[in-house]
């Protein structure tokens, strides 16, 4: 196998492995994978448009919706009319999901020191700037 076949299944694995780890720690809080990056830009700035959250974490709009539309079932956000355009919604945190915040940070950090737990601090360092650079690469 070569360089980048390796690298490619490694990743590949490493990707699948978090995803699996997320999963099993956010839904033990009623989160789906991806919805605790949906909530950290509500709590960071309440009242978001789908289309405003869709830009801050580089998704679609119609990705942000339907994940909305679960986070809206679960009880973690509601959606309310625009103050100014009839056409949007914004996407406000109920009780429950502001309860979370807390929560989902805890979580975050202890996944982070489980999948980095055999690292040194300047390899931490190294992995999440190897891991910038390969986004930018392929952007």
Same mark, same amino acid.
């Given at each position: 196998?070569?360089? *980048?076949? =390796?690298?490619?299944?490694?990743?590949?694995? +490493?990707?699948?492995?978090?995803?699996?780890?997320?999963?099993? *720690?956010?839904?033990?809080?009623?989160?789906?994978?991806?919805?605790?990056?949906? %909530?950290?830009?509500?709590?960071? =700035?309440?009242? %978001?448009?789908?289309?405003?959250?869709?830009?801050?974490?580089?998704?679609?709009?119609? /990705?942000?919706?339907?994940?909305?539309?679960?986070?809206?079932?679960?009880?973690?956000?509601?959606?309310?009319?625009?103050? /100014? =355009?009839?056409?949007?919604?914004?996407?406000?945190?109920?009780?429950?999901?502001? +309860?979370?915040?807390?929560?989902?940070?805890?979580?975050?950090?202890?996944?982070?020191?489980?999948?980095?737990?055999?690292?040194?601090? +300047?390899?931490?360092?190294?992995?999440?700037?190897?891991?910038?650079?390969?986004?930018?690469? %392929? +952007?």
């Amino acid at each position: 196998m070569s360089v *980048a076949e =390796d690298f490619h299944t490694a990743f590949w694995n +490493a990707k699948r492995a978090m995803a699996q780890a997320a999963e099993a *720690a956010y839904s033990r809080h009623g989160v789906g994978s991806g919805q605790q990056f949906i %909530l950290r830009c509500l709590w960071e =700035d309440d009242g %978001l448009t789908p289309g405003e959250v869709a830009r801050r974490l580089e998704l679609a709009t119609p /990705t942000v919706t339907r994940a909305a539309t679960r986070m809206e079932a679960a009880g973690l956000l509601r959606r309310e009319p625009h103050p /100014t =355009d009839a056409r949007l919604v914004r996407l406000r945190l109920t009780d429950r999901g502001r +309860a979370l915040e807390t929560v989902i940070a805890e979580e975050v950090a202890r996944l982070g020191e489980r999948a980095l737990r055999t690292l040194d601090p +300047a390899e931490r360092e190294q992995v999440v700037r190897f891991l910038g650079e390969i986004r930018r690469n %392929l +952007a």
